[in-house]
């Protein structure tokens, strides 16, 4: 079935360290996306990809590091610089071309835990 | 650039009675509408879409969205709640060749029998 995988779905992580989530996807999307989600705030976009190799930062990217080598996989690095990592990750994809094709696709999302 | 804006935080509805959750938005241009529902603890779920052509748009679990350009709205509505529709609901608005979509706060659904 095609879908979008990420993993883990539970995460966690002691102060100071950096962790990556995994996002992979078999739709043949050319774009990807990953969202930060806290209660009240709906989804905050931290950073997007529409092509291999390329990515750009979105409204919350500062402490967030991302790479896209390949058109399935979108990994998310939390940094320790992230001050405030405590929160439900997204990953997206849509077909390229924006507008009507900007219909994204989730994943079931990776809660992370600073402990 | 757009904007998304749902006034209603939570909304507490009677199993069988009728749903109406309001989306606002703000785009120069016409946009292309989304509503997601996500349950507890999982991924987004695309209910409707609307692009352009009829302003009322049906979607998956008899729920149905009216877009108002006069209004910049777009309004989801479902005639008979049942239980499971307990969820939270996103609006979403996409704008031209830009790929990203802006979603709103969010609003949560609480059924009760």
């Known amino acids: 079935d095609g879908g979008i995988t990420q993993s883990p779905k539970y995460l966690f992580r002691k102060e100071g360290q950096n962790v990556t989530l995994s996002c992979e996807q078999n739709?043949?999307?050319?774009?990807m996306y990953w969202y930060r989600q806290d209660p009240g705030q709906g989804l905050r976009l931290i950073y997007y990809?529409?092509?291999?190799?390329?990515?750009q930062k979105g409204d919350i990217a500062e402490g967030y590091s991302v790479s896209r080598e390949k058109k399935e996989s979108f990994p998310l690095t939390v940094t320790s610089a992230q001050k405030n990592p405590t929160a439900f990750y997204l990953c997206?994809?849509?077909?390229?071309?924006?507008?009507?094709?900007?219909?994204?696709?989730f994943g079931q999302g990776t809660r992370l835990t600073v402990v | 650039a757009q904007s998304v804006t749902q006034p209603d935080i939570h909304i507490t509805v009677s199993e069988g009675a009728s749903l109406e959750l309001r989306c606002n938005y703000s785009?120069?241009?016409?946009?292309?509408l989304f509503w997601y529902v996500q349950s507890p603890g999982q991924g987004l779920q695309l209910l409707l879409k609307?692009?352009?052509?009829?302003?009322l748009v049906q979607g998956i679990k008899g729920f149905e969205a009216e877009f108002k350009r006069s209004q910049s709205s777009f309004n989801l509505r479902k005639p008979s709640v049942h239980w499971s529709d307990a969820a939270e609901y996103f609006c979403?608005?996409?704008?031209?060749?830009?790929?990203?979509?802006?979603f709103g706060a969010g609003t949560t659904v609480t059924v009760r029998a």
């Open positions: 990809s529409q092509i291999v190799n390329d990515f």
């Open positions: 609307y692009f352009s052509g009829d302003t």
């Open positions: 979403a608005v996409g704008a031209g060749n830009d790929y990203k979509l802006s």
């Open positions: 739709l043949n999307h050319d774009a």
């Open positions: 785009y120069g241009a016409t946009p292309y």
């Open positions: 997206a994809s849509s077909m390229s071309g924006g507008g009507w094709n900007t219909e994204a696709f």
